[in-house]
């Protein structure tokens, strides 16, 4: 059992759901976005884009790995971030494109 954060666009809402559904029925712990902003129409302020920053590499702290959900190997500035952030911690980093849900 593995505890997993899910890091990538919160555009690609199906891809996480798959990934948090596929990990999940392995018994691994998945940790993920706490919701969808940018599928979802969410308009958020300055003030609450640093405040989810500061909770996804808190929630990167706890995991064991990242599993970077780049839909056509995309990868914005902030995954970016939190993947660069992850391999100084010495974790295993993981991509949708490239590595299966197992």
């Known amino acids: 059992m593995a505890v997993i954060t899910l ?3 919160t555009k690609f809402k199906p891809q996480f759901r ?3 559904a596929a990990f999940t029925l392995q018994g691994h712990i998945v940790l993920s976005v ?3 902003e940018q599928s979802d129409g969410f308009e958020l302020t300055a003030a ?5 920053k500061a ?3 808190r929630k990167i ?8 959900i780049d839909v ?7 995954t970016r971030a ?3 952030y992850t391999l100084q911690l010495g974790k295993k980093v993981r991509y949708y494109s490239r590595d299966s849900l197992e």
Do not use: K, T
Request: with cysteine; aromatic share 14%; proline share 0%.
């Open 7 to 9: 890091c990538g666009s």
């Open 18 to 20: 798959e990934a948090e």
């Open 34 to 36: 706490g919701f969808f």
């Open 48 to 52: 609450q884009e640093r405040l989810l």
């Open 55 to 57: 909770l996804h590499f």
């Open 61 to 68: 702290d706890m995991a064991d790995e990242i599993f970077v």
């Open 72 to 78: 056509n190997g995309y990868i914005g500035d902030s």
């Open 82 to 84: 939190e993947i660069e």
